[in-house]
C-alpha cells in the first residue's frame, strides 16, 4: 500500500502515521517522502521515526507545488531535490552517516524508491534519469501511469540494455480509467502523460466505459507481467480504491497472506 505525503499539495493525514497504521492491520505500506514541505534536519528526524515504527520502505519524491493545493499561499522549502534525498537516505542506511557527517549508533533499515516517467521528452534522458536515480541509492522504481504501452516497453527495452534492469526492482504504474473525457483530460492536460487514440476511442465506444476502464488496466498488468525487467505493478486507482483487488485478481496476481 503507498500511502501519499500530502498529494497534490492537500492536507492530509500523515504518511509516516497512516503507514504505523497499516503495519499495525498486517499490511506493508510504501512511505511516500517529499522535499516540499521539510528541510533536511526535518527530513532525516521523520525518517528516524519511520524506522523506529517499523517502516522499511520509502518513496522519495519532489512533491507537488503548493500552488496546486488548499495552501496556495504556504511556502515550500526543497532545501534538496528528490535525487539528493534519495543519496542523503542511503547514507544513513548504509554508511550510518547524517548528511552533515556526522556517524549514528543504529541505522536506519530502509527499502528506498523513487518515481521515473517514461513518457516525458525528451525521450532520450529518460534512461540516463533513472540510471542517476539507481546510483543515487533507489532500490525500486515506481512508473508513471501506463497508457502507450509501446513507448513504455521501448523505454525499458533501452534500460534493460543498459543493465539497468539488474539493478533495481521496476514497478509499473496502472491507472484505470473511468470514462472517455478522463482518457482526453490526461491526455491533454496532465504533463507526462501519453494517452493513445486507441484507448480514448476503446473508451468512447464502450457500451459501460467504467467496465472498459477496468478491462484495460487488467489488459495492461498481463502485458507488464511478461516483460522482462519488470518486477510488479503500482495499482492507482484514484478515488476508485475498491477496483484494485478486482483488476489484481482479473490480472492474475497472487494473493499475499501478509507483510513480507
Aim: proline residues 3%; hydrophobic residues 45%.
Amino acid at each position: 500500500m503507498n500511502i501519499t505525503d500530502n498529494q497534490t499539495a492537500i492536507v492530509r493525514l500523515s504518511s509516516i502515521a497512516a503507514a504505523a497504521l497499516f503495519i499495525q492491520q498486517g499490511v506493508e505500506p510504501v512511505a511516500q517522502m517529499t522535499v516540499r514541505d521539510r528541510n533536511r534536519i526535518a527530513i532525516q528526524s521523520d525518517i528516524l521515526g519511520a524506522a523506529a515504527l517499523g517502516i522499511k520502505n520509502v518513496l522519495c519524491l519532489s512533491g507537488d507545488h503548493q500552488k496546486f493545493g488548499n495552501h496556495p499561499n504556504a511556502k515550500n522549502v526543497f532545501d534538496i531535490d528528490s535525487m539528493n534525498l534519495l543519496r542523503m537516505l542511503k547514507d544513513m542506511r548504509d554508511e550510518k552517516r547524517f548528511e552533515c557527517g556526522d556517524e549514528m549508533d543504529v541505522e536506519p533499515r530502509l527499502f528506498l524508491g523513487a518515481a521515473a516517467n517514461p513518457f516525458a521528452d525528451p525521450f532520450e534522458f529518460r534512461v540516463q534519469r533513472l540510471a542517476k536515480k539507481i546510483d543515487a541509492g533507489a532500490d525500486f522504481i515506481q512508473s508513471q501511469g501506463i497508457y502507450d504501452i509501446e513507448r513504455f516497453e521501448k523505454w525499458l527495452d533501452a534500460a534493460r540494455d543498459a543493465g539497468l534492469t539488474d539493478k533495481v526492482y521496476i514497478l509499473g504504474g496502472v491507472i484505470p480509467l473511468k470514462s472517455a473525457g478522463a482518457a482526453r483530460y490526461i491526455k491533454n492536460k496532465v504533463a507526462g502523460m501519453i494517452v493513445p487514440d486507441s484507448i480514448i476511442d476503446r473508451m468512447k465506444n464502450a457500451s459501460d466505459g467504467k467496465a472498459e476502464g477496468i478491462k484495460i488496466a487488467i489488459e495492461t498488468v498481463r502485458r507488464l507481467k511478461e516483460m522482462k525487467g519488470v518486477s510488479g505493478v503500482h495499482i492507482m486507482a484514484i478515488e476508485w480504491e475498491e477496483k484494485v483487488s478486482e483488476i489484481a485478481e482479473g490480472a492474475g496476481l497472487p494473493r499475499r497472506s501478509g507483510p513480507a
